[in-house]
Structure formats: structure tokens, C-alpha cells
């Protein structure tokens, strides 16, 4: 696919606060009104300094719970991205849907709008997980979301799981798998339980009333991952998303190919790279005062920067090792001015030593399975102003 802009709309509405979310949210919004308003303001704003550069190829919509919003709300954002932005070439619009707002009206509503793809926020198909994670449906609905799905004629939709859930059984992760494929959900999206400041679980855990799973625990659960879903046809295409063929993730892909995207919404951020310096900003985290800045025309930005290529760089070796496709050594000289084979060769050696990646054919540098487990700590010793 091509490298057009994508269009992210962060709708910071949830039912109530999950344990361990660490995104911007409010809970206690009877109205949604004033945010919609601004919104589509914001869009507007965008679409004048940006929509007339490049068109955009997908959009998504998510939060928050973008599920919370009704139906008429979605139109009328939809009918200003359409209005600011050239959307002739959209390949993809994406909507985060919880369980519990899955009905058949909205589902059908939300096909009437044009939107063909949902991310289900499913997590686990056990009433204890999601107890524990304080998730407002149950694991009926959750199964039972999957065929409603279906039934409005969704074709394209992910389903996310949570794995390393603390006290969960084993046999519980292989079975949230199983019940997932046996639904032969065509993209699935695996996270391991992270343990963030400033959340509900985070305070648990400092209580000493959780004990959070081990890294060797939680590595063993994502390479049975790893084995599960390729054994039965999935792509492990980027470290927490498998795929049917045909079904990856069209905006995510913008975000590990250093594609531009433009972010709307509390809380949401942006890229932009059409020459150097690179540019990314921030909006405000926070409902009341985004709005109040947009009744009065100004831009709702909490932080921007120029990135330039050293950073750039960084940024490129970390997102393309994510994926199966890899890191393109001639893409990264050419591109970003970096020549890893000269600056760490003697690194990358060490790293197919120890089997952390695979042999480097065509200039691609890829992580093994064993790699994938410590991503992170790969993408740091290859840096080029990373240390021996």
C-alpha cells in the first residue's frame, strides 16, 4: 500500500474506568454535545493546514470508548472529515467498539455511516479477567459480540486480548486463543498486562494486594502465542498483532512506517514529515479546556517539536523491528543518512549469535522469535549512538 496520511480521532468517553488504562478518559459525561462540537472544529482546523497537502488513506476512531458515542454524533464527524479533508482515497475506517454497545442497531448504523472495520474490545473471554480488569460485559457478551459482528456484515474486525493477567490460570490464555480462532476472528491484537502509573492496578500492585506476573512468565505466554496462531494460519506481523491473510491493519501500518497522520481529539498526537525538520505535537489532556480553545478558533496543542534525522532514525530502527517485515538497512542509509552495517556491525553479529535475529538476506534485518521477546532491548543496542 501506499503511504497517504491516516486520521486518528481520539473520543475520550468510557462507562466507567478500567483497571489497568492509562489513555485519556472521562467517565462522568452525560453529554457529549460541546466535545463533538469541537471536534469537528479541530478537524476543520487540520483540514486547512494539512488536508489540502496530502489525502488520507484511513481513518480511525479511538479513545476512550468511541462506541459511546451515538450514531448521529459519528455522522456529523464523518460529514467534516469529508468536508476538510481529500477522503477519495480512504482504503479503511476503523471504529474501537466495547461489547456492551454492540447492539444490532448500532452495529447496523455504524455500516450505514461506512465504516468497515471494528476493533472489539473483547480481553478475555473469562468473567474472572474481567472482574479483575473492572470490564462493564461479560464473557457471554463477549462471545456472543463476535457473531453480532458478523451478522451486520463486518467482515474485516480484531479482537483484543490481555494476556499476563495476575492469579489467571494457564489454561486460561490457551483458552482465550482457542475460543478466538475457533471464531475465526481475522485479526487479533495480544497485549501483555502492563502495569502503568497513575492507574487503579498500578496502586494495587504498590498496596501489595497484586502480584504482577513475572517477565519470564509473561514471555512464555507470548511466544505460546507466537506458536498458537502461526500453527493455525495467522501472521505475527508486528509484535502484538496477528492477522488472517488479507487482514492487517491498514492505519496501524502507518505508524511503523513513519507515514504521516494527523491526531484529533484530548489527548491525541500527530506526525508530519515533508522535509526537515520533522514535526510531531500533542493536543491537551483535558475535555473542558480542549473545548474551551476550540469555541475560541485556537489549536488545542499541549506540546509540538521538530524531529530531526538522528531522531527520525532512532524511531525507524525501533517501529520497523516491531514488524515482520523488518528493518530495510538500504531504506534506513538512504532515507535517515544511518549505514548500521558500518556503525554496528559488530552488534548485529552479536545479535545473530545469540539468535536474537535472523541472518541479514537483501538488507533486512528481522527478529527471531526469541527476538521478540526482548524487543526493546534489541532496538537499544542497535541505536547508532547506542554504546557497546
Not at 294 to 306: I, R, W
Request: charge should be negative.
Amino acid at each position: 500500500m501506499s503511504d497517504l496520511a491516516g486520521l486518528y480521532l481520539h473520543i475520550p468517553f468510557c462507562s466507567q474506568r478500567c483497571s489497568y488504562c492509562d489513555f485519556y478518559f472521562v467517565t462522568t459525561e452525560k453529554s457529549h454535545t460541546g466535545f463533538v462540537e469541537a471536534l469537528c472544529r479541530e478537524i476543520e482546523l487540520r483540514g486547512n493546514g494539512y488536508g489540502k497537502r496530502e489525502p488520507i488513506e484511513t481513518i480511525y476512531f479511538g479513545g476512550g470508548t468511541p462506541s459511546q458515542l451515538a450514531i448521529s454524533d459519528l455522522d456529523r464527524i464523518i460529514d467534516s472529515i469529508n468536508d476538510a479533508f481529500d477522503t477519495s482515497n480512504v482504503l479503511e475506517t476503523t471504529l474501537e467498539i466495547n461489547p456492551e454497545d454492540a447492539s444490532s442497531d448500532y452495529l447496523n448504523g455504524l455500516r450505514t455511516l461506512g465504516i468497515d472495520r471494528l476493533s472489539v474490545g473483547v480481553q478475555s473471554f473469562f468473567d474472572r479477567d474481567l472482574d479483575f480488569m473492572n470490564r462493564v460485559h461479560d464473557a457471554k457478551l463477549a462471545k456472543q459480540v463476535i457473531s453480532d459482528v458478523r451478522k451486520a456484515g463486518f467482515s474485516n474486525f480484531s479482537i483484543d486480548l490481555i494476556f499476563g493477567v495476575p492469579g489467571q490460570p494457564a489454561e486460561y490464555w490457551a483458552a482465550n486463543l482457542e475460543i478466538a480462532q475457533s471464531f475465526e476472528v481475522p485479526h487479533l491484537s495480544t497485549y501483555n498486562l502492563t502495569i502503568e502509573s497513575a492507574t487503579p492496578l498500578k496502586n494495587q500492585v504498590d498496596r501489595g494486594l497484586i502480584k504482577p506476573v513475572s517477565d519470564e512468565d509473561a514471555a512464555s505466554q507470548f511466544t505460546f502465542t507466537i506458536d498458537y496462531l502461526r500453527e493455525r494460519g495467522y501472521e505475527h506481523y508486528e509484535i502484538s498483532s496477528f492477522a488472517r491473510p488479507g487482514h492487517r491493519a491498514k492505519h496501524n501500518h502507518k505508524y511503523w512506517s513513519h507515514a504521516n497522520y494527523i491526531g484529533c481529539g484530548p489527548s491525541a498526537h500527530s506526525f508530519w514529515w515533508k522535509g526537515l525538520p520533522a514535526e510531531r505535537w500533542s493536543n491537551v489532556r483535558n475535555l473542558k479546556k480542549y473545548e474551551a480553545l476550540l469555541m475560541q478558533h485556537v489549536a488545542p496543542l499541549e506540546d509540538k517539536e521538530q524531529l530531526g534525522l538522528d531522531t527520525l532514525a532512532d524511531e525507524y530502527i525501533l517501529l520497523r523491528l516491531r514488524t515482520s517485515d523488518g528493518l530495510n538497512l538500504q531504506e534506513l542509509e538512504d532515507r535517515y543518512g544511518v549505514d548500521l552495517l558500518i556503525e554496528r556491525v559488530d552488534e548485529l553479529a552479536h545479535l545473530e549469535e545469540g539468535g536474537l535475529i535472523q541472518p541479514i538476506r537483501n538488507q533486512i534485518v528481522r527478529l527471531t522469535d526469541l527476538g521478540k521477546t526482548l524487543c526493546d532491548s534489541v532496538t537499544a543496542r542497535l541505536l547508532p549512538d547506542s554504546s557497546d
